[in-house]
């Protein structure tokens, strides 16, 4: 079965970093746009970055210049570093699998093209 799991989250303090990793099965990991997403209580899930499979990125306003994305394609695996923390970043985390085949801005901060999530993980940041 194709899934993906997302490991990494914890409790840091503000200005800290986290490193979150997402294993995706399946052998054809290197054909999709893979992509975090994070949704904290009350809030509506919001894109955070993606990653084409040639390594085009993209970021939501509120991290770039502080979280990157990356893919290990022979590892099926995906990564986003995140520094510089700030409280408001605190969410769930999850990364998730898009079959887009054109990689624009339109398309890959769309939650709802995405067809297969992990279960999250939780990230906390203390001010």
């Known amino acids: 079965q194709v899934q993906v799991i997302e490991s990494g989250g914890g409790l840091v303090q503000a200005g800290g970093s986290l490193r979150l990793s997402c294993e995706a099965s399946g052998r054809t990991f290197g054909s999709y746009t893979m992509g975090w997403f994070r949704q904290s209580p009350g809030k509506e899930r919001e894109f955070v970055a993606a990653?084409?499979?040639?390594?085009?990125?993209g970021y939501a306003d509120s991290v770039k210049g502080r979280f990157t994305i990356s893919r290990d394609n022979p590892k099926s695996m995906v990564y986003l570093q995140m520094n510089s923390l700030k409280p408001e970043d605190t969410a769930v985390y999850y990364c998730?699998?898009?079959?887009?085949?054109?990689?624009?801005?339109?398309?890959?901060?769309?939650?709802?093209?995405?067809?297969?999530w992990g279960q999250g993980t939780q990230v906390t940041v203390s001010s």
């Open positions: 990653i084409s499979r040639n390594g085009d990125t």
């Open positions: 998730a699998r898009t079959r887009i085949t054109y990689f624009s801005q339109s398309r890959y901060t769309r939650p709802t093209l995405y067809d297969l």
